[in-house]
């Protein structure tokens, strides 16, 4: 029996945009985090180890330089991943997870084990998204 999850929603502002500062479900808080596509599928490289930017931008077709550093730095900035800069010429940056950004290496893995599992299932077993459908 899965155990329980705390769903309690968030509390918003007036105009329906989201106080952080008193945010009360759990999974909207982490999400809040990670809750990009990006960001996410940038994790994902990071599980395997140190990445420099031409090795996100190689494994993650259709990013731009532009959204890679955007994200990088929002993963920074909510202490999931460290950025190094070695002192060299041309310069060296390398990017890492931190012990706060290996924490969500189960739900990753709980991700990849449900995409595995839906990945094999028959069209016919799948219902069909009102959006439209997913390759």
């Given at each position: ?116 599992q839906w990945m094999v299932q028959r069209p016919t077993d799948i219902t069909p998204s009102p959006y439209g459908?997913?390759?």
């Open positions: 029996m899965p155990s329980s999850v705390n769903v309690a929603p968030a509390r918003s502002t007036r105009d329906g945009a989201v106080n952080h500062g008193q945010m009360h479900c759990p999974i909207h808080y982490v999400l809040s985090y990670i809750g990009n596509k990006w960001a996410i599928l940038i994790l994902r490289e990071l599980f395997q180890g140190n990445r420099r930017t031409n090795e996100f931008l190689a494994a993650l077709p259709g990013i731009s330089t532009k959204t890679l550093t955007a994200r990088l730095r929002e993963l920074e900035h909510h202490g999931l991943v460290t950025r190094t800069v070695f002192p060299e010429v041309p310069p060296r940056v390398e990017y890492a997870l931190t012990a706060k950004g290996r924490e969500i290496q189960p739900i990753m893995t709980a991700l990849s084990q449900v995409g595995q459908t997913r390759p």
